[in-house]
Each structure stands twice: as C-alpha cells, then as structure tokens.
C-alpha cells in the first residue's frame, strides 16, 4: 500500500514538474494578449498591420508596424539565405565526408558558435562589420539589413547545423549502402538517398534557426540601423519588430497607447514564431522517417 | 522555553521593520522620465545622507507629474517644461499653487565624424536634415556625400527636446537611424564619417565633432545665458511653497555642492 501510495506521489510531482513550463507559457501569453489587444480599440487591426508609419509619440500619434514587419521578414529571409546553404551543408560534410577525428573537433567548434552571447555579435558587427562594409561597397552606412542578417546567419548555422547533422547522421547504413551497391556514386548518394531520407529533420533544423533570427533581439537594436522603413536595398537601414520594442519599451507610458501598440508588436512577433514552431512540428511529424520501405 | 525566546525575537524585530518606514519621512516625487535619472541619483545620496528619510520615485511624463501635484497625490512632480496657462488655471481652481524650481539645463548638441568639414548648421537646415529634405552634404557645405541621419528612440527624453527645439512638430523622416541611447549615438557617429546625430552636453567626447548651431557654440555657459538654442530648463514643482523635509531636499538638489555636482555626472548642465 505504502508503495503505492509512493508511486502516485511521484506521478503527480513529476506531472506538476512537467507542466510547470506549459502553465507558465500559457500565463505570460494571456499577459502579452491582455496588454496588447486594448490598442486595437484606437487603431484597427489591419491599420495596424498595413500602416506604413510609426510614430507612437507624435500628436497625433501613428501605430503603423508594416515597415517593421518587413523589415524582420527580409532580414530573416536573406539571413536564411547565408545560414542554410553553409548549416547544411556543413552538416553534410560532418556526418558523411568528415572523417571520425575531424568530426569529433569540427562538431562542437560549431555549436561553439552558438555559446556566443549575442551582444558580442552585435557589438563585432557595429564595431568591425558596419565600418568594412561602408569603405568596402562605399554604402551610406554600415548598419543596415545586410549586416543584421549576417549576424544573425552566425548565429543561426549552429542550431541548423547541429540538427541537420544528427538527422542525417541517423539515416539508416542499410540505405546508404544498397544506393552504393547499385553503383551511384557518393555524391548521388548523398543527394538523391541521404538527404532525402533526412529531409524531415534538417527541414525542421531550418525552421528552428530560422525562428530564433526572426526573434533575436539584442544583435538587430545593435546593427539593424534602425530607420523605420520599408527599405528599397539591401543595404538600406532597417527595424525589425524586435528592435523597436526592446528600444521603445523602456520609457513608455505604463499602460499607454504605446505600451499598449509596443505589446502588439509583441504578439505579431510571438504568432511569427508559433507559426515557424507548428510548421516545424507538421513537417517532423508528415515526413517522418519510418522505417526503410518508405522513401 | 529557547524557542520561545527565539519566536518572540523574531517577532520584534518584524514588528520593527514593518513600524519604522512609518515612522521615517516620505517624500513622493513623480514626473518626466528626462529628469528622472538626476532626481534617482539625487535621491540616492540624499537618502544615504538622511537615512531615516526615504523617497519614491516614478515616471510617467511631466504631464502626469504636474496632473499629480495638482490632485495633491505626489510632494514634488518633476517637469522637463514649464507648467501651462491651462494647469495653472485648473491647480488654482483646486486651490493648488505649484512652485516651480529650476533643477538644471538639458543641452543637446548636433554632432558630425571628426573628419567631416561642417561647422556651422541653422536651425532650420537641421530640420531639412532630420526631415529628410536635404540628403547631401553638399547642400550645406559640405563634401558631396549623402547624409546619414541618426536619431533617438520616440521615447527618450533627448529626443523630445529635439523635436520641440529643432522639428517644431514636424516629423523626423521614417529614414533615420534610430539608437536607444546616446552612447550608441556617439558610437554610430564616430564610426561613419557621413553620419550626423544629437547627444546630450555631457556625452560629448573626441571621437565626435560638435557643430555649432547658428554661430553659437554649445557650453555651459551659452546654455545658461540662454544663446545656445537647443536647451530647456528642468524644474522641481512642489505644492505650495516647500515645508519639512520637502524644502530639505529641495535645498539640496540647487546646492551647488551636493546637487548640482550629481547633475553634471549625470550629463545635465549645472545652474551654476
């Protein structure tokens, strides 16, 4: 009796444990709703969304977040467009080409990477990175999108590195194999049978480096620029949603129109990533891997 | 028996704790965010001088400030602007009389890279600038490169100053660069040799260049005689002439000794 009694005990705490972390989720979700919505009772949702100017202190004031929405989806986008190809691949070499000892340095020499804390990132690309690109391409400023999506490229490959090497790490050898039996090469084998066989979990490895770069804060207020327009460059000044609400945040009104637009900023933010997740979650689970039968 | 001795302690010393703050002096100062960073730090070594003293300090706008000092829910509202015709009106009708003190100077300085050749700037070529109108250094003298506007975030006192001073309720045209605090201002402008920004008096430093604005260079004293033109005074409201430990702490933010030597470190221009 005693024993069982133990054994429910432990079932309820390791069940209070487990959805600790969701209750807390959930919790500062209906916080960031309950701050955020009243705004939508001085500006429509699609005035809001659409709105071409952000002026939140003028009189009177403009809550437009187009501009800044565009600027976090094109620095995500072009990030992404540096980090897969080199994540990717990266992971390929390490899993299939890289012999066991080079593996074994290369490997956490890369998810090293990720242990940079952002603001170094962001301090290397103000400091190092803003000045090469003015006097290299002869631009008006150093600080703009194609900085911001470089930095965070760094800091995007170790998460997709990472993952994508240990979904094609673990693609079954029987496959591998009877692609090299029939006589295809390594390459055709790596192209037409392994990353095929992976693609659920190195597409999930791009979504998941891709969710954290459309939320970074830190590096985008510190190399973004900034200027809160669609820009017509790559090279032209942005600001991504997070930017503005790390630099906004501080000093506006408690509870004011401001806040409250800066919260809502929040939540387009927090859809953006929840929507990267469920895709995440769909791909891993529609293109699972099952056994050898199914490529 | 020890165990008693022992829950009896503990309950003195709680009932001590909860007692004493009651007993000390409060002072509630609420108001404008510019001032707020000199009034903590005031606040800060007038408490440790007066520990039996305590203060509380908030935010919220120097709106809200004086709106508190006229509902009577605050002893000192800090204001970055002088009280209106309108809030004078409605403190008299409640039978308020705010006293205003003059606590320091907010000077903003345009700022240039060291290797840019401008000097001079005008008001109004300022605002062209920050409007987006002129986009060429050449326009104004200068080299012919394009101009890199860098600004402060909406919110920043500094900024507002800009906008009253310099844009006159125009606005600062969606291209600016935005940096949330002087500091990345001054590192911005010092690492592009196109750029132009504002900082605060007290950020100035060799990696940047001050532009005069109308001939009239920024210092203390062009601040204080008032030809320097973009400065505003900071003021202390209290209700009704100062009594108690309210006059105390006013006495000590003009001290030219003691206040007023935080108000340099903090970046603000001195009374004296």
């Avoid at chain 1, 084998?189 to 979990?201: C, D």
């Avoid at chain 1, 009104?253 to 933010?269: K, N």
């Avoid at chain 2, 919110?155 to 009253?164: A, I, K, L, M, R």
């Amino acid at each position: 009796m005693n024993r069982l009694l133990k054994e429910r005990l432990m079932r309820y705490v390791f069940f209070t444990v487990a959805t600790a972390s969701i209750t807390i989720l959930l919790l500062i979700v209906a916080f960031l709703f309950r701050e955020g919505l009243p705004i939508f009772s001085k500006v429509s949702i699609s005035d809001f969304i659409f709105g071409k100017y952000w002026y939140p202190t003028s009189d009177p004031p403009d809550f437009g977040i187009f501009a800044l929405i565009s600027a976090s989806v094109l620095v995500t986008v072009v990030s992404a467009a540096m980090s897969v190809p080199l994540g990717v691949m990266t992971a390929v070499y390490l899993a299939e080409i890289a012999s066991f000892r080079i593996r074994e340095i290369v490997k956490p020499l890369v998810e090293l990477l990720a242990a940079l804390p952002s603001v170094v990132i962001g301090f290397f690309g103000m400091v190092v990175v803003a000045p090469f690109l003015q006097d290299v391409f002869g631009i008006a400023t150093g600080l703009n999108l194609f900085n911001a999506a470089l930095m965070l490229a760094f800091m995007a490959i170790p998460t997709i590195c990472s993952i994508s090497e240990d979904a094609i790490y673990s693609v079954p050898t029987s496959l591998k194999e009877a692609s090299l039996a029939l006589g295809a090469t390594r390459l055709e084998t790596i192209i037409r049978v392994v990353l095929p066989a992976s693609a659920s979990g190195v597409s999930t490895a791009i979504i998941l480096g891709m969710s954290r770069a459309i939320g970074e804060t830190m590096v985008v207020l510190m190399v973004a620029g900034g200027a809160a327009m669609v820009p017509e460059s790559l090279f032209d000044p942005v600001r991504p949603l997070p930017a503005s609400i790390a630099a906004e945040m501080a000093e506006a009104p408690f509870r004011g129109d401001h806040y409250y637009a800066l919260f809502a900023t929040g939540i387009v933010l927090f859809l953006f990533t929840f929507m990267f997740n469920l895709i995440a979650d769909h791909i891993a689970h529609k293109y699972k891997q099952t056994g050898e039968a199914s490529l | 028996m020890k165990r008693l001795a022992c829950l009896s302690f503990i309950f003195i010393i709680t009932c001590a704790l909860t007692i004493s703050p009651a007993l000390a002096e409060n002072i509630v100062i609420k108001g404008s965010t510019t001032v707020l960073p000199v009034t903590q730090k005031i606040a800060e070594a007038y408490m440790k001088d007066n520990p039996d003293v305590s203060i509380s300090l908030s935010g919220g706008g120097s709106g809200n400030g004086i709106k508190a000092i006229i509902d009577g829910a605050t002893d000192i509202a800090d204001s970055s602007r002088f009280i209106k015709d309108k809030e004078i009106k409605l403190a008299v009708e409640k039978g308020v009389y705010p006293v205003p003190f003059a606590v320091a100077y907010d000077c903003i300085v345009p700022v240039v890279h060291p290797g840019n050749p401008i000097q001079d700037l005008s008001m109004s070529q300022l605002k062209d600038i920050y409007m987006g109108k002129i986009r060429n250094w050449k326009k104004v003298g200068g080299p012919d490169r394009k101009i890199v506007v860098v600004s402060r975030d909406t919110s920043s006192g500094t900024y507002e100053v800009w906008e009253e001073k310099i844009m006159k309720k125009e606005r600062v045209f969606p291209g600016a660069l935005l940096q949330a605090s002087s500091g990345s201002v001054s590192q911005a402008v010092s690492k592009n040799k196109n750029a132009i920004g504002y900082v605060g008096i007290g950020y100035l430093n060799n990696t940047i260049k001050a532009v005069t604005v109308n001939n009239v260079s920024a210092s203390v004293e062009t601040t204080l005689d008032g030809s320097f033109p973009i400065s505003r005074a900071l003021f202390m409201f209290t209700k009704g002439w100062p009594t108690g430990e309210v006059s105390k702490f006013i006495n000590y933010v003009t001290n030219p000794g003691k206040g007023q030597k935080l108000v340099k470190e903090v970046g603000f221009v001195p009374l004296y």
